[in-house]
């Protein structure tokens, strides 16, 4: 069956780039699959002009706080759109990495030990650390301090555009990530970045960085990357599609954050999992509209 959908893009996010490489990719497929598609790329939108499409779903491929993170969602919820994604609660707890985390530990999912630091707080974790934003995506704002001296400077750098900011354990080892659809895994894969950090040009720009699919993993590691995805991603309350990210050391598997609305660009993690798992681009968007359109 085919319908009409609405992509949506752009947004006011650092990542508005990568959200309309994103939004033009998922477009053609969708195109692809059969359905006739309208594109927008957009700053913000307001449920009153939701109102002057005709789409019988829309996909928001947006990235980054306002798009991803409840507000796009909330108008949506508003309009009484049917969309792909999660919803506004889930949307916005996912976006903030401390109410992620928190929840993790909850759930006894292992995560990094952190620190939620705002203005004039003094820092008690000690070096190396992450020092990030907390409601950023694509590791916008993040930056890894080996000392006490970086990390004072990256503070109070990050303290200038955020009202607060995270302030992690930093864990070496194996980059993991696992795409859930519809509650079920996708295979894991292992990010190998040919710089330090699987920073924002190793994600969008580098052509130099290498990923696994279905990498050589002692099982219980695997298996506790896919339960901690599934479980912590259904108690948040996301749907349709998510990503859990982790790091993987000798202790097991840490989880870092989630995404509800992984990118979909050529660089993109949950499509290469998904094409991996039999579900081509066209397959996986066509999927994902078809489970919004009958959501209703």
């Known amino acids: 069956m085919t319908c009409s959908v609405l992509v949506l893009m752009g947004g006011p996010d650092e990542e508005h780039d990568v959200s309309v490489n994103s939004g033009r990719a998922v477009a053609e497929a969708l195109r692809t699959a059969g359905h006739p598609v309208e594109e927008q790329i957009i700053e913000r939108i307001h449920a009153s002009q939701l109102g002057e499409f005709d789409a019988d779903v829309v996909f928001p491929v ?77 590791s916008i704002d993040l930056f890894i301090c080996r000392d006490d001296r970086e990390r004072t400077r990256r ?12 302030v992690e354990q930093f864990i070496t080892g194996r980059e993991l990530t696992v795409g859930v659809v519809h509650e079920e895994a996708l295979p894991i894969i292992e990010i190998i970045p040919a710089t330090e950090s699987y920073d924002y040009e190793a994600k969008y720009v580098r052509d130099d960085t290498a990923y696994v699919l279905e990498p050589d993993l002692p099982e219980e590691a695997r298996e506790a990357c896919i339960d901690a995805a599934i479980r912590l991603g259904t108690a948040i309350g996301c749907r349709d599609l998510w990503r859990a990210d982790f790091m993987l050391d000798e202790r097991g598997p840490w989880l870092l954050e989630l995404n509800t609305m992984p990118g979909f660009t050529s660089h993109s993690l949950l499509p290469k999992a998904a094409a991996h798992a039999g579900r081509p681009m066209q397959v996986l968007c066509h999927d994902l509209v078809e489970h919004a359109l009958h959501r209703g």
Do not use: N
């Open 62 to 138: 947006l990235h980054g706080s306002w798009g991803e993170g409840g507000a796009l969602q909330r108008e949506l919820d508003a309009a009484g759109r049917r969309y792909v994604g999660s919803a506004t609660t889930a949307a916005t707890m996912a976006m903030d990495k401390d109410a992620t985390k928190t929840l993790a530990v909850q759930l006894g999912i292992p995560t990094p030990s952190w620190e939620l630091v705002h203005d004039g707080d003094k820092c008690t974790m000690p070096c190396p650390v992450v020092v990030k934003a907390p409601r950023e995506g694509s």
């Open 155 to 166: 503070m109070k750098e990050l303290l200038t555009r955020h009202r607060s900011i995270m």
